[in-house]
């Protein structure tokens, strides 16, 4: 990655209405989440009462920028039935919500008209685009920054247009 990419932490601390995060895969092989990944497809699950378990920095800087007034929104489509991998981040969105994130999902055959832009991306505040790149085996690749108004207006719009059609992580049943 170019030391020239600010880091997200930089970035969403510098963003002060809104951050929308569209991912469009059905599985990501992060680094970060291979242990819990593992751990979850041998049974392990958060126990919601116990927040001191499953409470980790990434929720402390949402809870943060919340309270900033940021609305942050993560929207994920996902074919049906869903993968193994879905499954787990489902199983643990509590853990979002809780921090102050608004998650939708959508069903993939529900995207079939939207014009969705070729990789997941982080929006902060209708004008900066993160793209997040990933090798076909789901790993990450570089990160890429734009604030370039066509970009962010094409992820504006296809994350709205996801946003209205998706169900709200409280109502959505796992296919």
Avoid at 15 to 44: I, N, T
């Amino acid at each position: 990655m170019s030391s020239s990419i600010p880091t997200f932490a930089e970035m969403i601390s510098k963003c002060s209405r809104s951050a929308v995060h569209l991912e469009m895969r059905d599985a990501y092989a992060v680094d970060y989440e291979k242990g819990p990944f593992a751990d979850w497809k041998r049974g392990f699950r958060h126990d919601l009462a116990d927040q001191a378990s499953w409470w980790r920095p990434w929720l402390d800087l949402m809870q943060e920028t919340v309270s900033r007034g940021v609305v942050v929104r993560r929207a994920r489509i996902v074919s049906e039935p869903v993968s193994q991998y879905t499954r787990f981040l489902y199983d643990g969105t509590f853990t979002n919500v809780a921090a102050g994130e608004q998650v939708r999902w959508l069903p993939r055959r529900r995207a079939s008209d939207i014009a969705l832009p070729g990789n997941d991306f982080w929006l902060f505040d209708e004008r900066v685009v993160r793209w997040n790149h990933f090798a076909g085996d789901g790993t990450a690749g570089d990160k890429e920054v734009t604030e370039e108004p066509a970009a962010a207006k094409l992820c504006a719009d296809s994350f709205e247009a996801v946003w209205s059609r998706a169900v709200p992580h409280d109502q959505y049943e796992i296919r």
